[in-house]
C-alpha cells in the first residue's frame, strides 16, 4: 500500500536545527526519487529540497542551500531533511513527497505520492 509518513517537526529557537524523517513503504519508492517542499501561511507551496533515488544527484531552493541537508538510507526506506541554522522564514509546514521517477526533480508536478505534512516553527 501507498505510505508516506514524516516525523521530527516542532518548535525550535532561531540558529537551532531540526531533523526531519519521511519513511515509505518498498513499494512506495522502491526506485524513485524523492523531495521535499514547504508552505508557509499566505504562500504557496514552494520547492525545498530533492534527491535522485541512488543519492547522487541533489538539487536545494537558494533559499535553503547551506543549511539543508537532504539525504537517504534506502534499507530503511527512510528520506531525511537535516535542517541547520533555523530562522523565521523556514516556519512552514513541510511535506514529503515521491517521484514518479528515479531522478531528483525540483517541479511539483514529477510526484505522485505526497505525505501529510510535518509543521516547523522557528520562534526568533
Known amino acids: 500500500q501507498v505510505q508516506v509518513i514524516e516525523s521530527g517537526g516542532g518548535l525550535v529557537q532561531a540558529g537551532g536545527s531540526l531533523r526531519l524523517s519521511c519513511t515509505t513503504s518498498?513499494?512506495?519508492?522502491?526506485?524513485?526519487?524523492m523531495g521535499w517542499f514547504r508552505q508557509a501561511p499566505g504562500k504557496e507551496r514552494e520547492f525545498v529540497a530533492a534527491l535522485s533515488w541512488r543519492g547522487q544527484t541533489t538539487y536545494y531552493a537558494d533559499s535553503v542551500k547551506g543549511r539543508f541537508t537532504i539525504s537517504r538510507d534506502s534499507a530503511k526506506n527512510t528520506v531525511y531533511l537535516q535542517m541547520d541554522s533555523l530562522n523565521a522564514e523556514d516556519t512552514a509546514v513541510y511535506y514529503c513527497a515521491v517521484n514518479r521517477y528515479s531522478s531528483a526533480s525540483t517541479s511539483s508536478r514529477d510526484y505522485h505520492y505526497w505525505g501529510q505534512g510535518t509543521q516547523v516553527t522557528v520562534s526568533s
Open positions: 518498498r513499494r512506495t519508492s522502491s526506485n524513485n526519487g
